[in-house]
């Protein structure tokens, strides 16, 4: 059964750059039939989606973040991973990573989240 | 941008029928996704691919599409049910989710 678990900062300073890692059990981060995501969820709102990567380094990108965003994945450690500039108090949520499988096309395993606040 | 549109809340009595909708421009032609979250809990995946069940969801729900329209629909509603659910889709190299409906069983 897939697995999988973030591990970030907790607090970032606003103008920072968060970096947050989703650890894989159960499963390979090179399994070509899985596209690896973030999405996160801000207090008390919905959620917005945030990446989505493939072990072949095909990616999307939510266009309002993607000028302050890298994905990326590492098969030695069987992680993938996220990285966010330029940081704002609008960037606070609970962030999630997820596995997206071709067969049903839908984030199908979630983690727990890792809520990410930013402040001075 | 493609935008998704539900209503923010709805009220189920217990053992009744919810259903909630998702409103997006001819959704009909897409593949649509429901997720339920429970509070301080992550999202889960209750229906992929319009009116498919991922494995250990039950059959009480259901999703079907059309038009402009997806909808979720929840028979017998327990209060195990009451949370909130977000429907999603692929568009355009995106994806996109909706706002979000609070199920409250009464």
């Known amino acids: 059964q897939l697995l999988l678990q973030e591990s970030g900062p907790g607090l970032v300073k606003p103008s920072e750059t968060l970096s947050l890692t989703c650890s894989v059990s159960?499963?390979?981060?090179?399994?070509?039939?899985?596209?690896w995501g973030w999405i996160r969820q801000p207090p008390g709102q919905g959620l917005e989606w945030i990446g989505t990567?493939?072990?072949?380094?095909?990616?999307y990108y939510n266009p309002s973040l993607r000028s302050r965003l890298t994905m990326s994945i590492d098969t030695s450690k069987n992680q993938f991973s996220v990285t966010m500039t330029s940081l704002t108090a609008a960037d606070t949520a609970v962030y999630y990573c997820?596995?997206?499988?071709?067969?049903?096309?839908?984030?199908?395993?979630w983690g727990q989240g890792t809520k990410v606040s930013v402040s001075s | 941008s493609y935008e998704l549109t539900q209503p923010p809340s709805l009220s189920v009595a217990l053992g009744q029928t919810a259903t909630i909708s998702c409103e997006g421009n001819d959704i009909g032609s897409k593949s649509v996704h429901w997720y339920q979250q429970r509070p301080g809990q992550a999202p889960v995946l209750v229906i992929y691919?319009?009116?498919n069940w991922p494995s250990g969801i039950p059959e009480r729900f259901s999703g079907s599409s059309s038009g402009n329209t997806a909808t979720l629909t929840i028979t017998s509603a327990q209060a195990g049910d009451e949370a909130d659910y977000y429907c999603q889709v692929w568009d355009r190299r995106t994806e996109v989710f909706g706002g979000g409906t609070r199920l409250t069983v009464l």
């Open positions: 691919g319009t009116s």
């Open positions: 997820a596995s997206r499988i071709k067969t049903k096309n839908a984030f199908d395993v």
């Open positions: 159960g499963g390979s981060v090179s399994n070509t039939d899985y596209f």
């Open positions: 990567k493939h072990h072949s380094g095909s990616g």
